[in-house]
């Protein structure tokens, strides 16, 4: 079956300008996350949802993050007016819900600010 | 807060050597503790996990066990191929809320013919 799809693969953006990125869950799957993972640094979590509601986003680094999920499916994570730190590979996982189940991961977007 | 702390890499074997990659945690209670690993332009995917003190994980030839009295939950394996190139993850998880890991910054592990 399908796993996790990101898309694009491969992001290269002009300081200022907005970005959108988008995951496609594991059918079925009711919990999504949003992982940053930077060079030389471990996954940083950003954000997850529980169905279409974000119970905890305690993780995004500023409000030039954003996120939302509809349908109980796809996601879309938004940066606004971007800047050299964002600079990563951005990556989504899915689960069959927020208790013990193992996460999925996406194969990642990476995200180059110049 | 809870942190997990992996040794430096790149790691840089010559095929069928043996493999250890440190892991320690810190950690109140009794999280479960995992190993990740990520295969070039692939995201990562659950290699094996420990839920309690004393359980050993294994697959594919790795294992790791979960040492409570160390904080430590070491990955080894007897005999690397150059397939196993890859960047490892230490992780671990407390039960309730939402469970969300804690990662550390990734091993990288490269082995040579």
């Known amino acids: 079956g399908a796993g996790v799809s990101q898309s694009p693969s491969n992001k290269v953006t002009e300081k200022g300008k907005d970005v959108e990125l988008r995951c496609d869950p594991i059918s079925g799957h009711t919990a999504l996350y949003w992982y940053r993972q930077s060079l030389g640094q471990g996954l940083e979590f950003l954000i997850y949802f529980q169905g279409n509601s974000a119970p905890d986003k305690s993780g995004l680094p500023s409000d030039r993050f954003s996120a939302e999920r509809t349908g109980g499916s796809v996601s879309t994570l938004t940066i606004q007016r971007t800047q050299q730190e964002d600079s990563a590979v951005y990556l989504c996982a899915s689960s069959w819900g927020t208790g013990d189940y193992e996460q999925y991961f996406g194969p990642g977007t990476r995200l180059t600010v110049t | 807060g809870d942190s997990v702390t992996q040794m430096e890499g790149p790691v840089t074997l010559s095929e069928e050597a043996f493999l250890t990659i440190n892991c320690t945690y810190t950690a109140t209670g009794y999280p479960s503790l995992f190993w990740y690993v990520q295969y070039p332009g692939e995201g990562l995917q659950l290699l094996l996990k420990?839920?309690?003190?004393?359980d050993k994980g294994s697959n594919k030839g790795f294992e790791a066990t979960y040492r409570k009295e160390t904080t430590s939950f070491h990955l080894e394996k007897g005999s690397v191929q150059v397939s196993d190139s890859a960047v490892y993850f230490c992780?671990?998880?407390?039960?309730?809320?939402?469970?969300?890991?804690?990662f550390g910054r990734g091993t990288s592990l490269i082995v040579h013919p």
């Open positions: 420990a839920t309690k003190a004393d």
């Open positions: 992780a671990l998880r407390r039960s309730g809320g939402s469970y969300i890991p804690t």
